[in-house]
């Protein structure tokens, strides 16, 4: 059994969703519902978000030694999540993107290199079977050559845009192919959520949409938060041998984001 520690107590990390429910978007429930892991402890600033959750997820409270922490905290407190959880000597880190970048980043990784903790990072289509079976074939060679595509985003380009360029890493594109061959549009509308991508091959093509909030689309990830901890914990009973998406990952993709020229549109 594995013991787990929640820095941020809010929606990611206990509050957007109920037990019983069919989709999983708290790690909370997550952990819940996953019988090799539990939470030891729930941190947080704010006091009634941790009562809140703590009335609705099961706290095993008798400190135990913390075998993972997962950092759930807003996207400009990673960086001091991330020194805090060493606090706790885990085996392992799950931070939520973007991770946080320069300067703060070679301070955090050499802390992390130092006490040999890996950080596991939740860019989310690197957990989706679909876009992993699409990433071996694209290794293999089965759609050819890349040819070019776009993004269309809002909801902020590390918070957002991040998630596309660690997915072109993760289908094998270079540093050349992402920031050369892609057209990055920036949207301002008013609703909210714009996400439209496609990479085009010489054999195929592979894309994403979604404009508001489309259930369809939602339910592809109802199980991501699940396979984010069940990784975590294949790779501490050693059925895996790597990560696949570590904080370098999560850095690297910030630091080609920035290459990336970006055009602003209003709609």
Known sequence: MYNA???G???KGCLSDDPGDTKYTSYAHAIEDNPDIQIIDIIDTDSD????AKAKWTIIDDQKQCD???IT???????ISLYQALLYKPQLVICEKPICGEPHYYGVEELYSNAKIPILMDYTRRFIPQWQSISTLIAAGEYGSFAGGHLYFNGGREHTASHFVDLCRFFGLTNTEITKK???VE???NYKWVWDWALIYELGAVNEVNYGIN???MRTYDLHLQYVIQHAIDYLDKKIDRLICTGRDGFEALELLKQCEIRSMTL
């Open 5 to 7: 520690i929640i820095i």
């Open 9 to 11: 107590a809010g929606q």
């Open 49 to 52: 978000q941790i009562i809140k």
């Open 68 to 70: 993972i922490v997962i």
């Open 73 to 79: 905290t807003p996207d400009i407190l990673h960086h």
């Open 182 to 184: 892609i057209d990055f």
């Open 187 to 189: 949207v301002n509308v």
């Open 215 to 217: 259930q369809n689309y």
